[in-house]
């Protein structure tokens, strides 16, 4: 995907934010006063993985000559990034291009339980579909677990020791920024 250097865009770190705001001109599109708004503001989104993914000399460069991080990683794809925004397996890449190793994850694409108000709603149900994501995703043994969503985020850390990131997180610290 090339980027208009001079277009400003709408970027979003959060899936569950990203999938909602690319549905803007869909759902706005009866609308007179926020058609056409709505439009720009779907026309200008950008998800980081899709900024990164064109930077990656850039990201090369700033990882340089560090070291190898032999840190393992398990990624896991929340649904509003695999299925609202259709984000298949970038963010693994960028992880692997900054050293990090990624574990195989069993039903990737299986719901960890979160779903926004979900976990609320249904409870006793979310937490079996949190310790199913978990036993899969711990199943590599990671050193960590990263995600692309505040509420997996959250959701996932209050069921498990193992640390619990953003991705973007990880491609930071490995920048030392």
Not at 1 to 24: K, N
Not at 45 to 73: N, Y
Not at 87 to 112: I, Q, S
Request: aromatic share 4%.
């Amino acid at each position: 995907m090339e980027l208009d250097a001079g277009a400003e865009s709408v970027v979003l770190s959060a899936s569950g934010c990203g999938s909602f705001v690319a549905e803007y001109a869909h759902l706005l599109q009866g609308d007179a006063a926020y058609a056409a708004k709505a439009g720009r503001v779907t026309a200008a989104l950008r998800d980081l993985t899709a900024i990164l993914s064109t930077e990656t000399a850039s990201l090369d460069a700033g990882l340089g000559a560090l070291p190898a991080k032999p840190a393992s990683v398990a990624f896991q794809s929340p649904c509003s990034f695999q299925h609202g925004l259709r984000n298949r397996g970038e963010v693994e890449r960028l992880l692997m291009r900054a050293g990090y190793a990624c574990t195989p994850v069993a039903d990737a694409h299986l719901c960890c339980g979160s779903a926004g108000t979900y976990s609320i709603l249904q409870p006793e149900l979310s937490k079996q579909l949190r310790s199913n994501k978990l036993a899969a995703l711990s199943a590599g043994k990671p050193a960590r677990i990263a995600t692309a969503n505040i509420g997996c985020l959250t959701h996932l850390a209050s069921g498990t020791t193992t640390p619990v990131d953003h991705w973007i997180e990880l491609i930071a610290e490995r920048l030392g920024v």
